[in-house]
């Protein structure tokens, strides 16, 4: 089972919806919670960190269940722009830091 | 990228040839992570330092060897290259404990023929 597992999608959705993308880890050591964005063929750059009581970063919201082991990140209003590959990104104690596959949103005029 | 560099951008190797990847950071992080992207697998840890003069196998360190130069540099070498070991690779700094600092550098696109 892989440590951190998300639903690849691919998502598509009309601009303005308000979309959902969910993330499972499998480790209870796990410390510390993360979205990422990746463009194609780019680099990921952090999008926001997550925390149990919820987090909010203007139109993007991140939770954090530690007792399911479940992280979210919701979009509302979507933008074109936010056409992308959002990855889950958990920190272990040790310092390592594992990635899920992604899941891709398009989102269409 | 501000922070992370890496080099080569771009490699061709013969399946057996060796190279190493190298990567430099100028913002005095302790982690440094390599790791590797293939298409429809998202990226997969191949090892981290989580401080300097310690490295760790990640995910998929098989074929491959880390040498944490010293706090700045953190190198990737293919002994042995294999075609399975065509893939985007990426070095990427992290920080933090209640907020974080992470980049990533540009990404080494390797072809192993």
């Known amino acids: 089972r892989k440590e951190v597992e998300q639903d690849p999608g691919p998502f598509n959705v009309p601009e303005g919806a308000t979309v959902a993308f969910n993330c499972t880890y499998s480790?209870?050591?796990?410390?510390?919670f993360f979205w990422y964005r990746q463009d194609c063929r780019k680099e990921p750059k952090l999008l926001m960190s997550?925390?149990?009581s919820g987090n909010e970063d203007g139109r993007f919201t991140a939770q954090l269940n530690r007792a399911s082991q479940y992280i979210s990140l919701l979009i509302r209003d979507s933008k074109l722009s936010d056409s992308a590959t959002y990855l889950c990104?958990?920190?272990?104690?040790?310092?390592?830091?594992?990635f899920g596959q992604g899941t891709t949103l398009q989102v269409k005029p | 990228n501000a922070g992370v560099t890496q080099t080569p951008k771009f490699q061709v190797l013969k399946t057996g040839q060796s190279m190493t990847l190298q990567c430099a950071q100028d913002?005095?992080?302790?982690?440094m992570y390599w790791y590797r992207q293939d298409p429809g697998m998202g990226l997969r840890l191949i090892y981290y330092?989580?401080?300097?003069?310690?490295?760790d196998k990640g995910e998929v360190p098989n074929g491959y060897n880390v040498s944490r130069l010293n706090k700045r540099e953190f190198s990737l070498r293919l002994e042995s290259a294999a075609p399975s070991q065509t893939s985007v690779y990426f070095c990427?700094?992290?920080?933090?404990?209640?907020?974080?600092?992470?980049?990533f550098g540009p990404g080494t696109r390797l072809t192993v023929t």
């Open positions: 990104v958990v920190n272990m104690i040790t310092g390592k830091l594992i």
């Open positions: 480790n209870s050591a796990s410390q510390s």
């Open positions: 997550v925390y149990s």
């Open positions: 913002m005095n992080h302790n982690s």
């Open positions: 330092s989580a401080s300097e003069g310690t490295t």
């Open positions: 990427a700094i992290f920080e933090g404990t209640e907020t974080y600092e992470q980049y």
